[in-house]
């Protein structure tokens, strides 16, 4: 009876799981259909990376949400969805990488890191004027990987404001203490005036 009641629990925290990965804004897939439709006009080879890009991030979606990632393949995804973005906002979105230091076979849930910097695109970025900035960086130390994603703000944020990103975040949170329990952690906060969400988690999952 306990076993039964047991396996019940993780089927149910299985299901869980596979719809907390399985969330993308339908906002940006629509934003996505209308660059590609744009795109087919002007550069046919540049619409085919898109749709590469997008098909690579459902792809990452509709997979088991028990088989772990690497830091290489969520880097690559997350690169993917920032270059859907640019063909978009041009050089309203601007990106800096400094993520050199970090192992790149180190294991973690699939798609963390992309629903942070839809977030980043979607509130720090899209509803400002200028655009803006959104940082990732990493640093690994002591068998912890620190990974942090760093957002500008619009200067009129508070009229700017835009509903939920809570959704996401709870994401990431549940999903980092699935995986490392209380090994796996995540802070939401501002630093120097910008949005931070920093993930710690240990390499050797």
């Known amino acids: ?43 046919a080879d540049l619409a085919e990376q898109v749709v590469q890009d997008l098909s690579d991030l459902f792809r990452a979606t509709l997979s088991n949400a028990q088989e772990l990632s690497t830091l290489a393949r969520e880097f690559e ?22 993520v050199d230091e970090l192992p790149r076979e180190a294991r973690l849930p699939a798609m963390l890191l992309q629903p942070l910097l839809e977030n980043a695109v979607y509130h720090g970025i899209e509803p400002a004027t200028d655009g803006g900035e959104v940082t990732i960086s990493g640093r690994y130390r002591d068998g912890v ?21 809570q959704m996401a975040q709870e994401n990431v949170r549940e999903r980092l203490e699935a995986t490392f329990g209380s090994a796996g952690g995540m802070v939401v906060g501002r630093v120097d005036g910008c949005y931070q969400v920093r993930l710690h988690f240990p390499a050797g999952a």
Do not use: K
């Open 1 to 43: 009876e306990q076993h039964r009641e047991r396996q019940r629990e993780l089927a149910e925290s299985r299901a869980r799981l596979q719809a907390l990965q399985a969330r993308i804004r339908p906002h940006f897939l629509f934003n996505s259909m209308n660059t590609i439709a744009s795109l087919t006009r002007v550069d």
């Open 77 to 98: 995804l997350a690169a993917g969805y920032l270059r859907i973005e640019g063909q978009r906002l041009g050089e309203r979105l601007r990106v800096d990488w400094d």
């Open 145 to 165: 990987i620190n990974l942090a994603v760093r957002n500008t703000l619009p200067a009129d944020e508070a009229q700017r404001q835009r509903p939920g990103n």
